[in-house]
């Protein structure tokens, strides 16, 4: 892994990382992982599928409040939310441990 690569992953996972959960941190988060991801130089398309489909979760439970207009999320959401952020967590130190 080259270090602009390197970098991206970091920013990633400061991302994922001790983050209180609303509907508005998930909307930035949300965003800078598609941007952080979109930037990557080496591209391993079954570690990006695997993100994505995390990533995808966030993105659902996000539309789905913003639908419902509600500023809280419920228990149910921030449990998906929360696992979610942990696969993704994961899957960012793999590809860091990898370049160790």
């Keep these: 892994m080259n270090e602009y690569d390197h970098r991206q992953y970091k920013r990633m996972l400061d991302q994922i990382s001790n ?20 930037v990557l130089t080496e591209r391993d398309q079954d570690w990006i599928k695997r993100f994505e489909h995390e990533w995808g979760v966030l993105e659902q439970v996000y539309a789905l409040n913003l639908y419902h207009s509600t500023i809280v999320l419920n228990q149910e959401d921030l449990e998906a939310v929360s696992e979610a952020l942990q696969h993704m967590k994961v899957l960012v130190e793999m590809k860091l441990e990898q370049r160790s």
């Design 19 to 38: 983050r209180k959960i609303d509907l508005n941190s998930l909307g930035r988060i949300i965003n800078s992982l598609k941007g952080l991801l979109g």
